[in-house]
């Protein structure tokens, strides 16, 4: 099976605190996802890797960076945490292309409250 | 761009009884379609997709989604619930164009009552 780790279930930070949340997969999967999941607005994309050292945007990246020096590994990274941040955060990754298109595993989430 | 909408956040029904979650999409291009189901504390995992082929597709627990192009929905139904269906549903979308990029939807509460 499949298995998406995440460093914390729970984590909780003060406003300015850098923040790392890091993320491992084990199964050589090419791509891989930080989310944020909120009430009533669903998962939304931060970034996206596709490959070692490589990286995207998602939809709201503002005030967050990645870091994916190996293939198992991907890191989201708060500079200066915000109370706005506080969010559950989801790890993902995938293979590429059919049939596995669009098969996400993902780990069971961070909970972040930054105080 | 494409977005998803997930009509009802919160549907409760009773054990036993049938349920159908809503999913539209918008889209000018051909898409690929997905439920993923996320159950309590957990994370996110696949439920069934509609990559090509047959427009009706089915999860091995009894649930189901047909892709209607002309609607533009890929709604979920279940002719009988279980109380073990208790969890958040989500709606995705993703083009081919976008690698394995999803957009998914604000999620559909599904409570089961006994």
């Known amino acids: 099976d499949v298995k998406v780790t995440q460093s914390s279930r729970y984590l909780v930070k003060r406003t300015g605190e850098k923040v790392f949340l890091e993320c491992v997969q084990d199964m050589d999967h090419e791509n891989m996802f930080w989310y944020r999941q909120d009430p009533g607005l669903g998962l939304r994309l931060i970034y996206f890797s596709y490959d070692v050292k490589m990286k995207e945007k998602g939809d709201i990246p503002e005030g967050y960076s990645v870091s994916r020096e190996k293939k198992e590994r991907f890191s989201l990274i708060l500079e200066s945490a915000s109370t706005n941040q506080t969010s559950m955060y989801l790890c993902a990754s995938s293979l590429t292309g059919v049939p596995l298109f669009g098969e996400q595993y993902f780990g069971p989430g961070t909970r972040l409250t930054v105080t | 761009a494409q977005s998803v909408t997930q009509l009802d956040s919160q549907v409760p029904v009773f054990e036993e009884a049938p349920v159908e979650l809503r999913c539209n999409y918008s889209?000018?291009?051909?898409?690929?379609l997905f439920w993923y189901v996320q159950y309590p504390n957990q994370g996110l995992q696949l439920l069934l997709k509609y990559l090509s082929g047959s427009t009706l597709v089915e999860s091995i627990n009894g649930f189901e989604a047909e892709f209607n192009k002309s609607q533009t929905s890929f709604h979920l139904r279940k002719p009988s619930v279980h109380i073990s269906d208790t969890a958040e549903y989500f709606c995705?979308?993703?083009?081919?164009?976008?690698?394995?990029?999803?957009?998914f939807g604000e999620g559909t509460q599904l409570t089961v009552n006994p």
């Open positions: 995705a979308v993703s083009k081919e164009t976008s690698g394995s990029r999803l957009t």
């Open positions: 889209s000018s291009v051909s898409v690929y």
